[in-house]
């Protein structure tokens, strides 16, 4: 059997649409224009791309974009004043401080530092509390998109065996969350787990989110199996040239699975389009206006 390709850059193209629309609405129906400030502090050069890429997207949906570049040598009290003028701006809906920061800056004290209604990231300590009991919160990006993809492609989720392999702040451990709440039993493996292959060979969903190059072996896959690869990683190959590769063997697991994203074009794209989705989902909740469907979970 040969898996469907699960096409994340067909889908977060979709959903952009329906972002734009909404934003539309917000601004013709009730005067409201969504922004999203977005917080570089060094010259990290895939930490630019990422940027770049978010602030053109934004303004693509209809957005205002707000962009806060910091030279590497900012001092935390700095970075802090500039969170505290953000979080009192009423035309600023979503905040994000791109990651990694430079060393001297304590990660965990300025992003708990953002007003957690703005969090359009997910990361504040508030909304990974609110997820994990269940409660409404604002969701980490990149696992929402997995979440969309795979309602998408299996529905109802209830039931299922699901294997998060990966236990970050930022994927693995939200990832979990969601999958709970949508009546998974879930397992979350890493990089440390024994057996993981039989973990694997059991899953009937499996996120991988390791930041391992192939890390995951396509025979593993149960077949039929729904596959989603969060990893992208860089490899050389033998003629000196590069490609980009998840953590899972995509050319062996595309043979099993039933479904199956590819790296690129597979979990990637959704990123992006989540954090509009989250940056609009904050605003009609800023404003008291009814959520859009479809952007959140
Ligand atoms: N760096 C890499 N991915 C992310 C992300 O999703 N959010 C932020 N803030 N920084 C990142």
Avoid at 6 to 34: M, N, S
Avoid at 121 to 148: E, R
Avoid at 256 to 262: L, Q, S, Y
Avoid at 273 to 281: E, I, M, P, Y
Wanted: proline content about 5%; overall charge negative.
């Amino acid at each position: 059997m040969t898996a469907q390709i699960i096409d994340g850059k067909a889908f977060a193209g979709t959903l952009r649409e329906r972002i734009a629309t909404h934003v539309a609405h917000l601004k013709q129906q009730h005067g409201i224009t969504p922004g999203l400030a977005v917080v570089l502090v060094g010259e990290d050069p895939a930490s630019q791309i990422y940027v770049r890429s978010k602030g053109k997207q934004t303004l693509e949906a209809g957005m205002n974009s707000y962009e806060h570049k910091l030279s590497a040598d900012t001092t935390e009290a700095e970075l802090l004043a500039l969170i505290s003028q953000l979080n009192a701006d009423p035309q600023v809906h979503g905040i994000l401080v791109q990651l990694p920061l430079p060393e001297h800056l304590n990660e965990a004290l300025v992003i708990n530092a953002i007003d957690s209604a703005k969090d359009v990231d997910g990361f504040h300590i508030s909304n990974a509390g609110l997820l994990a009991t269940g409660q409404k919160a604002m969701v980490p990006c990149t696992p929402l998109g997995c979440l969309m993809l795979l309602r998408e492609f299996c529905g109802n989720l209830s039931g299922q065996n699901a294997v998060v392999i990966g236990r970050s702040n930022i994927v693995g451990k939200p990832m979990a969350q969601l999958l709970l709440r949508d009546s998974c039993t879930v397992t979350i493996a890493h990089s440390k787990t024994r057996n993981l292959q039989e973990i694997v060979r059991g899953a009937d969903i499996v996120v991988a989110a390791v930041g391992r190059p192939l890390f995951i072996q396509g025979e593993w896959i149960k077949p039929g199996a729904t596959v989603i690869d969060v990893g992208i990683n860089r490899i050389e190959q033998g003629d000196g040239s590069t490609r980009l590769v998840g953590d899972i063997n995509f050319d062996a697991a595309k043979e099993i699975a039933g479904a199956i994203t590819p790296v690129p074009g597979g979990v990637g794209p959704m990123t992006i389009a989540c954090l509009l989705a989250n940056t609009v989902t904050a605003c009609c909740r800023m404003h008291s206006l009814p959520e859009p469907e479809g952007l959140s979970v």
